[in-house]
Structures are given as C-alpha cells and as structure tokens.
C-alpha cells in the first residue's frame, strides 16, 4: 500500500464509504483534531511517568483510534465493520479519575496551567480534547455521531485534567492557582 494516492491533491478526500469530501469538511475537522489529540496523548505517555499511567493512556490511543474510524465513516453508505466505544471505556475514564482525585488535596479554585513540561503536556491535550468536542458536537447537529462518542470525548478532557494535577503531584511541581484580581 502506497502512502502517497494523489486522489487527495484537488482539496477532497474520501470517507469509508467511498464518499468524496473537501478537507475542510467538518467531518474531516472532527477526526483530524481526534488524532491531533492522539499524538499529543502519544507524548504525555513518552514522558517519564508511571506504568500504569502509561497503559491507561496507551488505551486511550486505542479507543482514539475508534473514534477517528466513526467519525470517518460514512453512515449512511459505509458497510465496513468498524470497532464501537463501550459503556465500559467511559467507566474506565470515570474510575481512573476517581483513583487520582483520592490522592490528590481538595481542588479549590481553578488550576494555571503549567508547572512542569509533563503537565503542560496534558493541559494541551486537554484542551485539543475540547476542540474534538466542540467540533463532534457540531458535525451531530447535521450527521450521525454515536452517542458514546461525544460523552467519552467529554469525560477524556475531565480525565487530562486530573491527570495533570496527579502528575503535577507525583512530579512535585508547583500547582499555580488562579487568583482573579479584583
């Protein structure tokens, strides 16, 4: 298979499905921010962190994946078999970040981000999470988005910030505060 097809060089590309698009569709959007949002979780997970840190996210990429085939997909005329998010994957989310939040001191105000390169990382990947959201949310309003899909995007942002104030406390890096001037 040929990395280069030259079917994409007028400013259109196809669905699963075999529907042409323009790249700026917002399908096309929606699932280039989900895997802009891969490689960033892909370089939190290079960092030096704890293995069981790493198999989470290593797991988030996986379900990433599936989410970048979904919204790929033409619904209406792909009959691929794709790979479908489960209850399970946002319980996982919803667990892990109770497990951290047990062992973190009580968030009080709203957190800077920063403090360490590690947990800048994850406040940008948390961010580019809320763009894959806005983006989903916007492509539903007009085509079909699995349900699963904009819930699991939502609780994953959750999951990036407190995994940033774990590893900010695993790293012993200072969490700055917002205090608004008055």
């Not at 996210?57 to 209406?76: C, Y």
């Not at 946002?90 to 981000?113: A, Q, T």
């Not at 407190?162 to 001037?181: F, G, M, Q």
Request: hydrophobic letters at 35%; one cysteine or more; glycine letters at 4%.
């Amino acid at each position: 298979m040929k990395i280069y097809t030259k079917t994409g060089d007028k400013g259109q590309t196809s669905l699963i499905g075999g529907t042409r698009v323009p790249k700026h569709h917002i399908r096309i959007e929606a699932y280039g921010t989900i895997d802009e949002l891969n490689s960033w979780i892909g370089l939190i997970r290079d960092q030096n962190i704890d293995t069981h840190n790493k198999e989470i996210l290593l797991e988030i990429q996986d379900r990433l994946f599936t989410i970048g085939s979904s919204l790929a997909s033409d619904p209406d005329k792909s009959r691929m078999k794709i790979p479908d998010l489960k209850e399970v994957d946002i319980s996982l989310l919803e667990k892990e970040m109770d497990d951290m939040e047990n062992l973190l001191p009580e968030l009080k105000s709203f957190i800077l981000p920063g403090g360490h390169t590690t947990v800048s990382y994850c406040h940008i990947s948390r961010c580019v999470c809320r763009r894959a959201e806005r983006l989903t949310t916007h492509l539903s309003e007009s085509e079909f988005v699995a349900d699963l899909v904009i819930i699991y995007l939502n609780r994953l942002s959750d999951y990036l910030f407190v995994l940033s104030r774990k590893l900010s406390n695993d790293l012993n890096a200072t969490e700055n505060p917002w205090k608004p001037r008055m």
